[in-house]
């Protein structure tokens, strides 16, 4: 069973970079099946896409943040992370990392997210 558990700061500082992990286990993340991507849902507001890195890693960003984002792996700890830049308080959300085997959209595997609030 593919489990994932998403790590890193509560709290981010305006202007900073919010850096979070998502550590996979019961599958590696190069095994051709699934898209790992990052999804957040800001306080009262629905689900957003914030983009993926595939199997083979290569990555796709949801437009409006594309210029903000980064998703990288490390495949040695079977991990992939999520790097967001200049934050603002409008970034405050949980955030999700999920699996899925359509690329986005419909999602399998969901960790069980992490609040981040952005305020100095």
Same mark, same amino acid.
């Given at each position: %069973?593919?489990?994932? +558990?998403?790590?890193?700061?509560?709290?981010?500082?305006?202007? +900073?970079?919010?850096?979070?992990?998502?550590?996979?286990?019961?599958?590696?993340?190069?095994?051709?099946?699934y898209?790992?991507?990052?999804?957040? %849902?800001?306080?009262?507001?629905?689900?957003?896409?914030?983009?993926?890195?595939?199997?083979?890693?290569?990555?796709?960003?949801?437009?409006?943040?594309?210029?903000?984002?980064?998703?990288?792996?490390?495949?040695?700890?079977?991990?992939?992370?999520? %790097?967001?830049?200049?934050?603002?308080?409008?970034?405050?959300?949980?955030?999700?990392?999920?699996?899925?085997?359509?690329? +986005?959209?419909?999602?399998?595997?969901w960790?069980?997210?992490?609040?981040?609030?952005?305020?100095?």
């Amino acid at each position: %069973q593919v489990q994932l +558990q998403e790590s890193g700061p509560g709290l981010v500082k305006p202007s +900073q970079t919010l850096s979070l992990t998502c550590t996979v286990s019961g599958d590696s993340i190069t095994t051709p099946t699934y898209f790992w991507s990052w999804i957040r %849902q800001p306080p009262e507001k629905g689900l957003e896409w914030i983009g993926y890195i595939g199997y083979l890693g290569s990555t796709s960003y949801n437009p409006s943040l594309k210029s903000r984002t980064s998703i990288s792996r490390d495949t040695s700890t079977n991990q992939f992370s999520l %790097q967001l830049s200049s934050v603002t308080p409008e970034d405050t959300a949980v955030y999700y990392c999920a699996g899925s085997t359509y690329g +986005q959209g419909k999602y399998e595997i969901w960790g069980n997210g992490t609040l981040v609030t952005v305020s100095s």
